[in-house]
């Protein structure tokens, strides 16, 4: 009998499955030739039958079946099959078994399986052993067979085992939440974990299998379980690594995660911890950031080839060594007893669904008894029962004739139970309608299939005037690409369309928006993953947001916050109280001394030498050597030998610590004991002391036991001596510390950071989540008062730590810059413009300087005040307009709850935050729209902004000279680079237009950006190029002025500031809009309008035309203004500025 994969056997005629031994001399026969048609047959079958696996696995089953007999009877056949029944069980549990149970714990969300870990471990446990009994209980009852006790327990725990892949895929097919098939899959792989370790602990002791210790198994399972789990997971982390290698192929990346699966589970298997388990965490430890962009779809490709290909050749073979076996077992209570074993083992599913279901309802789902019915049914059978069967025969002390039948019972039970159970669990999820499709949802799906319609009705259009296409049967385009996207009836809740007389019914706005909330949720984390796939946001922190989010979805009407992300993050206080700790420990000189004893040579020389390092050191260096006296002190026979030379060397160690005492009380006086080490220091002293005094006394009166007694406690007292070494380590821990806060603080600000964008991501889907307007408006005041909370966290983390910020800003800048390179490259290779394998080059020499950025400093500097001003976009880092400034700058200072500005003042200048954070409350931006127009959009609502490092306040309101509109607050210590409006206008007339013309430009790109960046998502709008290139310019118009609207070179005209008018319609537009493509001409309506225009394409840089700007080094001009400075002073308020 076989007991491991790696161990020979001793005997030279290998034990077969079942059959008969060769009578004949062996010699190479085909079974190559019969794997490889047992795949082309599966593959055609899966090809031919695609919606019917069982089916598939029953035709390659009797086919298998077929040719074992044809072996029983033929020799030529048997040739064939012949290493198939030489062919050790456990070999085939190793070949076929790691992929499969892998690809399983890989499709398995660990978020949703931690929320309910416990109920789902319970789950599988009270499984195992609900089949372990009553299975046991049954086969031993009503088997014809003659099994002994220990092959009918061995027997009930592999049918107790649920295939965790074919008992979720009938649940997959029909649209059931992924929260209840992970649920399915983790307990089957927590009975798979079951099941294998105990048959590793029967395989490891053949000889001893029912006389067990309770120690032996208990250090087993320990040993199996957390041992394994922690082989697991480093490999987990192994394969993280070569799946995120920007340098690794794909093929070879697939690979090597292969074959890492495989070795994981050999090693771990060797070491004597179970495989399965191993793998299960590996399975768990990875998910779609674990891979680079798009190659988790190749990967899982892979798996899937796999294990299905696995799954047709062990059906396969197992169908051929039954045929192989004999026949004279088979009779009527073969029939009988199968139908028996079924009808057990989902009797036994269903009893352990009603014993687990107060576990489940406790679990925050949405569990009921329909729910208990659809998994009562998910007990299918599968490979792994299949592959553990021949060990039932093997392990078993006594030895059957028919070791085939286990494994004909054990596979006809997996085909019965993957037809009827998973044709009974879909079955009965529709019936129950658990597969209906709730309102919002079909609501959400109609608006989605609308906005598809309009998107390719939009396309027709614009292709209808492309003059290659003008002969094109339109109408048939229309009829073909028309979506009629139908709801199968059975997944219908109910209607929301009325039928003739029929009332409409329409869901309530709780149930609307705990629908929303689920979309904004998966919004979110398509967000998150994308921020990863980009660069713009750390795995890690990627990871913990995702985990957020799926840790928040099941509480019924929560939006995460922020501050859900960071009690799930966990909070870094214990890290900044012990680095105050270590702080508070760590040892300073009192350098100011020195001082005071320049008159006195003496205290002089003794203040240089206490003070000096070497002095230190050489104290750490006794306290050091002091150890091994110690460890004769304490070891009693070492001791007695060595009296008298402990005494001594116990003297010298207390007078060298009295003499350094004394010094440092002579210098220091009552400031000595201002320092705790100097109080542990005398301390020692006062302890050395009474030792030497108690042992003198000993000797004086040795029959007094008390104070023998009290000797022997001060001695052990004596390692107190050792404590001051700490001080040695102490800036170490600080140090370690230090790294630990600032890597917490750069992983909070990415989070944070992350949590904003995904906010702003998923307030441009909104339309289309909802398309009722009150739904609308309360997920819009929930999105922005989440983003307000949290670029307040983003202001205090980079209070916090201005040094980290910094380099995680830098570090962000550098990635997004490489990714554009890298975008433009690859452009430039599709095109030709670049060979290939100048493009390979360049491409590792791109991806070389992104691998380069994990080394980059966690944190760097930050900028002298001066160095502020080149962070001002309008002045270009020009050192003429830098340095004009530089010499008009003040510093200014705020402190916590100071007025930076009031609303209805006015301006005094603009403020350059430098470090700090301020926050903005105002009433909605009015744009600089009269009264009368914006009444009937106005709103009462207050906003609230915040504004860190960088950014500028006041720009607007000095530009139109008006009064502030908003009321700007310090919420820290603030320190802002002030420009006053006198200077600001000195540098208008010095540098006149081009200063003035570029501040607006920069104010309309950022109102453009702030409003519309899902248009103008495929532009790029940077300042620079703007200005160098001409792609965006700002135009001006006064009331009554006009303006045409070229659709061929003007692709978008956004109003920033102000209103106009269709000459042609008489429609008002007010800004900030996008003015319509059927829009010819404007009229502007307030006193002061701009536009912003963007070029259809990029101009040619010539001086012709006159819209042009001219580089004339700082005196940049345009060619044409239909505005002078001076008459936009008196118009319109100032513009709200976001973050």
């Known amino acids: 009998m076989n007991s491991s994969f790696w161990m020979q056997r001793e005997v030279n005629r290998p034990e077969l499955l079942c059959g008969r031994a060769a009578g004949y001399t062996v010699v190479n026969g085909h079974f190559t030739l019969l794997v490889c048609s047992t795949i082309v047959l599966g593959g055609f079958l899966k090809t031919c039958l695609r919606n019917s696996e069982v089916t598939v696995l029953i035709i390659l089953s009797l086919s298998g079946f ?3 007999e044809l072996a029983h009877s033929f020799v030529q056949v048997h040739e064939i099959v012949y290493p198939l029944l030489r062919t050790p069980s456990f070999s085939l549990y190793c070949y076929f078994s790691p992929i499969i149970i892998f690809m399983a714990a890989l499709d398995v969300d660990f978020y949703i399986l931690k929320n ?5 471990f319970l789950t599988g446990l009270i499984s195992f052993v609900v089949a372990f009994i009553i299975i046991g209980y049954v086969v031993l009852k009503f088997n014809k067979d003659s099994w002994n006790l220990q092959s009918c327990l061995l027997f009930s725990m592999i049918l107790g085992i649920t295939d965790p892949i074919h008992s979720v895929n009938s649940l997959k097919t029909i649209g059931i939440s992924k929260m209840y098939t992970d649920i399915i899959r983790g307990e089957s792989m927590i009975i798979c974990g079951f099941t294998s370790i105990f048959f590793g602990i029967f395989r490891s002791n053949p000889l001893h299998i029912s006389i067990f210790r309770e120690l032996h198994v208990i250090m087993s399972l320990l040993l199996d379980i957390f041992g394994s789990i922690i082989c697991g997971y480093s490999c987990a982390r192994i394969i993280q690594l070569i799946l995120t290698d920007l340098f690794s192929n794909t093929l070879t990346s697939v690979i090597l995660c292969i074959s890492m699966v495989y070795m994981t589970f050999y090693i771990v298997e060797f070491l004597g911890m179970s495989g399965m388990i191993a793998l299960v965490t590996v399975g768990l430890n990875l998910d779609s950031l674990s891979f680079k962009p798009k190659m988790e779809l190749t990967v899982t490709k892979f798996l899937i080839m796999f294990s299905t290909v696995y799954q047709h050749l062990i059906y396969t073979f197992f169908g051929i060594v039954i045929g192989c076996g004999k026949n004279n077992f088979w009779g009527f209570h073969t029939i009988v007893f199968m139908f028996i074993l079924f009808a057990t083992v989902n009797f036994v599913r269903l009893l352990t669904i009603v014993l687990v279901s107060p576990l489940l309802m406790q679990a925050n789902y949405d569990y009921n008894w329909r729910w208990g019915i659809v998994i009562a049914w998910s007990g299918i059978k599968g490979v792994f029962s299949l592959l553990l069967a021949p060990d039932i025969h093997n392990l078993a002390s006594q030895k059957m004739e028919s070791p085939q039948m286990f494994i004909l019972y054990v596979q006809v039970i997996s085909l019965m139970t993957m037809g009827i159970n998973s044709y009974m669990m879909t079955r009965s999820a529709r019936t129950l309608g658990l597969c209906a499709i709730s309102l919002p949802r079909q609501m959400a799906m109609q608006n989605a299939i609308k906005h598809i319609q309009e998107i390719i009705q939009n396309t027709i259009t614009l292709f209808k005037t492309e003059k290659m296409l003008t002969n094109v049967n339109w109408t048939l385009v229309e009829e073909k690409t028309k979506i009629e996207y139908i709801i199968p009836s059975d997944t219908v809740q109910f209607s929301h369309v009325s039928h003739d007389n029929k009332k409409e019914e329409s869901p309530t706005e709780e149930v609307l928006i705990e629908e929303a909330r689920l979309h904004v949720a998966i919004i979110q984390m398509r967000s998150f993953e994308k921020q990863c796939n980009d660069g713009t946001l750390s795995v890690e922190a990627a990871r913990i947001l995702i985990g957020a989010t799926k840790s928040y979805c099941p509480i019924q009407g929560k939006f995460m916050s922020i501050y859900d992300v960071s009690t799930y993050a966990r909070a870094r206080s214990w890290l900044i109280k012990f680095k105050n700790m270590l702080t508070f420990l760590e040892y300073h000189k009192d350098k100011a001394l020195i001082i005071l004893y320049e008159n006195n040579k003496f205290l002089l020389f003794v203040y240089h030498i206490v003070f000096s390092e070497e002095f230190e050191y050489a104290g750490h260096v006794i306290t050091l050597i002091y150890i091994y006296p110690m460890i004769v002190h304490l070891w009693p026979m070492a001791r007695e030998l060595n009296v008298s030379g402990l005494m001594l060397v116990n003297y010298y160690f207390v007078f060298l610590y009295i003499v350094r005492s004394a010094l440092k009380i002579i210098l220091l006086k009552r400031k000595y004991f201002h320092q705790y080490w100097n109080s542990l220091d005398f301390v020692i002293v006062l302890l050395g002391i009474i030792d030497i005094f108690c042992i003198y006394f000993v000797k004086l009166r040795p029959d007094n036991f008390v104070l023998i007694q009290i000797t022997v406690v001060i001695g052990y007292l004596r390692i107190i001596r050792f404590i001051p070494l700490t001080k040695i380590i102490i800036p170490l821990l600080v140090n370690i510390v230090d790294v630990q806060i600032k890597k917490r603080l750069r992983l909070m600000y990415s989070i944070t950071k992350g949590y904003v964008k995904s906010q702003e991501d998923t307030k441009y889907l909104m339309k289309q989540i909802s398309g009722r307007e009150s739904i609308y408006k309360k997920l819009y005041e929930i999105l922005e008062t ?32 490489i990714a554009k390179a890298l975008k433009n490259l690859t452009f430039l290779w599709s095109r030709g413009i670049i060979d290939k394998h100048e493009g390979i080059e360049m491409n590792k020499v791109l991806l070389a300087k992104i691998k380069a950025l994990n080394n980059f400093p966690m944190a760097i500097p930050p900028p002298t005040p001066d160095k502020y001003l080149h962070n ?16 008009r700058a003040k510093l200014a200072y705020f402190d916590y709850g100071d007025v930076i500005c009031r609303e209805g003042e006015m301006p005094q200048g603009i403020y350059l935050i430098i470090s700090g954070m301020a926050i903005l409350h105002s009433s909605p931006p009015t744009f600089g729209i009269d009264s009368s127009l914006r009444s009937s959009r106005g709103s009462n609502t207050m906003f609230t902004e915040y504004c860190t490092s960088g950014d500028i306040i006041g720009e607007l309101s000095c530009l139109l000279k008006r009064e502030i509109e908003y009321t700007a607050i310090c919420e820290t210590i603030l320190q802002a680079c002030f420009i006053s409006l006198e200077d600001l206008y000195e540098g208008f007339d010095v540098f006149w237009p081009s200063l003035e013309y570029k501040i607006w430009l920069k104010l309309a790109l950022s109102i453009a950006y702030q409003y519309f960046e899902s248009s103008l998502v495929d532009e790029d709008l940077e300042f620079q190029k703007c200005v160098l290139f001409n792609l965006a310019y700002v135009e001006t118009l006064s009331s009554y002025n006009e303006m045409a609207i070229n659709d061929v070179t003007m692709k978008f005209v956004i109003i920033v500031y102000g209103s106009v008018i269709d000459t042609k319609t008489e429609v008002a537009y007010l800004a900030p809009c996008i003015l319509p493509k059927t829009c010819e001409q404007v009229r502007g309506t307030s006193g002061l309008s701009k536009l912003l225009i963007i070029g259809a394409s990029k101009p040619p840089q010539n001086t012709n035309d006159p819209k042009a700007m001219v580089n004339t080094g700082l005196r940049t001009t345009h060619r044409k203004y239909d505005w002078k400075r001076k008459n936009e002073l008196e ?8 973050y």
């Open 66 to 68: 077929i040719i074992g």
């Open 116 to 120: 309910v870990f416990w109920q789902v």
């Open 786 to 817: 989440n983003k307000r909370d949290a670029i307040k966290e983003l202001g205090l983390i980079e209070h916090e730590g201005r040094d980290v910020v910094i380099a995680l800003k830098t570090r962000q800048a550098i990635r997004t810059v």
């Open 872 to 887: 001002i976009v309008w002045l270009e880092n020009k050192d003429v307009l830098i340095e004009f400034f530089k010499e």
């Open 1131 to 1138: 118009i319109g308020p100032n513009f709200r500025k976001e």
